[in-house]
Structures are given as structure tokens and as C-alpha cells.
């Protein structure tokens, strides 16, 4: 069946239509090419951690679904291996992401996420995503690799070529690509002259050394991915939050009347309204049976981490958001191996700005009946732009 554009514009009314007919659907991608496509949690969560369902694309049948395609140099990721490589590179890069490390980078967001507050002034409207859901993860997150200010390049016009086709402008996605490898090599060579204490100039030092843990390729395919997956992801989910909690005014208030719930409501608004609607491709290394259909060895398997998120069979009335729900097992984020590696970072980051979004701003609602503008994506679920209106002082003045 052809679902691209119904998952595109009514996802959630399409997964709950799949999830309650079968299991497992026969579905063509964005490219016309088929899938199968997971929808209930136990099938969802058991595929995450399957080591049956490989990442690597030697494995996929030619003529199914692929996704996006990447040259090898920026190809060589995380997202595309399997053990012993992954575990490999995933070991490389994970002290950049331990709870420690991440308590670190607290003070320095908190103080982005105000600065850009500041900016936006006590009385008024403005676009949230563009002038502070995108801005505060890349300021973070660049900060964490070392990149300096005039070298940060426009990474959310960048990322949004590469996520969601454009059909008026077919060399979008080629041209993205393009700019993200001439910057990510003048990027490596000026941190190879002047290496500083951040994790690109460590992650340089590994792969200049004698004892080959990492490939060229390999550090420029991390570099991306760290980019890539630690901007975007974070920005679909502070976006995601907020307009989540604007379209549930008692949750919003819940929250504003105990702040000590953010850790809560940032796990349920994970749940409900997730940065990505699809966990990457898998390909079966042998015929799999997942919920009692045989899925046969190199076809391409997608996995919807939103569908198994309202599952009501793991969640109780799925449909409703409750920010003081036990929403622990939801995976907005993965599971397994391949969970999120910057999972920690996204977590500090969306309560730091939803914190201090409501300190800040006493009334906060919607602008207009088209306030919010979603994203046409098969994978990721993120908001193109939110425009909101704002003021600080008394609710009633």
C-alpha cells in the first residue's frame, strides 16, 4: 500500500489504523520503493535491539527502500553499522555524552537558552523555532565539538534539504551535501593546525595516531552524525514540546505550578509527540518473523517508534498527554545498541528551555489558527515553524 503521504500528513491516524488491522504492513517509502513497517511496541521494541536486523547496507536487497543516501564519506556512521564497528566508534565517542559531561553543559545552555530569551524581548510574537528551539541545540552542540561562531554554517537549512524532499527543487538534498563535506573538511583541517580542548580536536587526535581506530572517513561521518543527529533531533523535540503543552493548556499549567515535573513531562511530551516517527532502516540478515509475519533476508524493515508510543497496549489512553504519567519504556529515543547516543544532552536541553521558557514568559499561546507549521517528513516529526505570542509580568495585565 502507499502510505508516504498519508504517514506525512496524518501520521498518528495512520499508525493507530495499521496497529489495530496487523502487526506488520507491506508500505512503499517516499521513493515508491517497499518496506515493511512495524507499528506495535513489543514488535517495535524486540526489533530495536534484534541483532537479526542490521543497520549495514550491504545487507539490503536491491529494489526495497533505503533512505537517504550519502556519499562514503559522510556515509561511514553509526547509523549505517553494525558491531564490532559500531561498538568501536559508539566507545570512541561516548565520554562526550556521560551524565557527568552533560551536568557540565547545563550552566553554559542555561545561559544560551536566556541570552536568547533576552533577545526575543518582555511583549511580543516571533517564529520559536527559528529564533530559539534551532538556535540553542547548535550552540551547544558546537560548543561540545569546538567549532568557533563565524564557522557553524547554516546546519538547519542544511538538515531540513536533507529531510524533507523537495520536489521544486530537486538538487537541494545534492547541494546540502555538497556545502556539509567542504565545510566538515576545512572544519578538520583547521582543528588539525590548531587543535583546543573540545571533542573534535580528541576525535582528530584518535584518528592521527598510530593505532587505526578511526578511518577518514570514519571521522568525518561522526563529525556529521554528532551534528546531524545532535542538533536536529533536539530541536523537533523543544519544538514538539512546547506546542504540545500549548495545545493541552492544563498540562501547561500543571507544569508551571510545579516545576519539579520537567523531568516527568519531558519523558511524556518524548512519548507523545517523539523527534522521530521512524527508527533508521533495518535489513534482515536472514528470513524474521516479526509479529507472526515472515519478513524475508535484505527487504527493508521500518520500525515507527511513534506508533509503538501509542500503543495502548503498553500505554493506557495513548491518545491523552499527562505529564504525570510513568512514561519510562518509551522509545522516542531507541533502544538497544543503537540508542541515541546524545540522549542525555536532549534530555538537559529540553528542560532547560521549557524551564526557562515559562520563568520567563507568563503568557505563552498559540499565534493564529496556522500557528504551527509541520515538516513533510516520512522519518522525522518536527515543526518547520511555531509562531507564538509571549509576555512576562502578571497573566492578567
Known amino acids: 500500500m502507499d502510505l508516504s503521504d498519508e504517514l506525512v500528513t496524518d501520521p498518528y491516524g495512520v499508525y493507530e489504523r495499521l496497529r489495530t488491522t496487523a502487526p506488520v504492513h507491506r508500505i512503499l517509502g517516499t521513493d515508491g520503493r517497499p518496506a515493511w513497517i512495524v507499528t506495535r511496541y513489543d514488535d517495535v521494541r524486540a526489533g530495536l535491539a534484534d541483532p537479526r536486523l542490521s543497520l549495514d547496507k550491504k545487507h539490503a536487497q536491491a529494489g526495497n527502500y533505503q533512505g537517504l543516501q550519502l556519499p562514503p564519506a559522510l ?27 552533560v551536568s557540565q553543559l547545563r550552566a553554559p545552555a542555561r545561559a544560551v537558552a536566556d541570552r536568547l530569551l533576552d533577545e526575543l524581548g518582555h511583549d511580543g510574537s516571533a517564529d520559536l523555532i527559528a529564533a530559539y528551539a534551532a538556535p540553542l541545540p547548535v550552540t551547544v552542540i558546537c560548543e561540545l565539538l569546538g567549532i568557533p561562531r563565524d564557522r557553524r554554517g547554516d546546519f538547519r537549512a542544511w538538515t531540513h534539504a536533507l529531510i524533507v524532499p523537495d520536489s521544486s527543487r530537486p538538487r537541494a538534498a545534492e547541494q546540502a551535501i555538497g556545502a556539509m563535506m567542504r565545510f566538515f573538511v576545512a572544519l578538520i583541517a583547521h582543528k588539525r593546525q590548531s587543535p583546543e580542548d573540545d571533542l573534535l580536536s580528541d576525535l582528530i587526535a584518535v584518528r592521527d595516531s598510530e593505532d587505526g581506530q578511526l578511518s577518514e572517513d570514519e571521522l568525518m561521518s561522526l563529525v556529521f552524525l554528532i551534528l546531524f543527529a545532535g542538533f536536529e533531533n533536539t530541536v523537533q523535540l523543544i519544538g514538539n514540546a512546547v506546542w504540545a503543552l500549548l495545545q493541552h493548556p492544563e498540562q501547561l499549567a500543571a507544569l508551571r505550578e510545579d516545576p519539579t515535573m520537567i523531568a516527568a513531562a519531558v519523558e511524556e511530551l518524548s512519548r507523545y509527540e517523539g523527534p522521530a516517527l521512524l527508527a533508521i532502516r533495518r535489513f534482515p540478515v536472514e528470513d524474521v518473523t516479526i509479529g507472526g509475519v515472515v519478513v524475508p533476508a535484505g527487504e527493508t524493515v521500518l520500525l515507527s517508534l511513534s506508533a509503538a ?67 513533510r517528513s516520512l522519518r522525522a516529526r518536527g515543526l518547520k515553524s511555531l509562531q507564538v505570542r509571549f509576555r512576562t509580568g502578571a497573566p492578567g495585565r
Open 309 to 375: 508510543n501509542r500503543d495502548p497496549m503498553r500505554f493506557p489512553d495513548p491518545e491523552r498527554l499527562d505529564i504525570g504519567r510513568d512514561a519510562s519504556g518509551h522509545l522516542a529515543l531507541g533502544h538497544g545498541i543503537h540508542y541515541c547516543l546524545g540522549a542525555p544532552l536532549a534530555r538537559a536541553e529540553t528542560e532547560i528551555a521549557l524551564t526557562a521558557l515559562l520563568e520567563r514568559f507568563t503568557v505563552l499561546e498559540l499565534d493564529g489558527d496556522d500557528a504551527a507549521q509541520w515538516r
Open 75 to 101: 556515509d561511514a556512521n553509526l547509523l549505517n553499522m553494525d558491531p564490532p564497528d559500531h561498538t568501536r566508534i559508539r566507545r570512541l565517542v561516548g565520554k562526550a555524552f556521560t551524565p557527568a559531561r
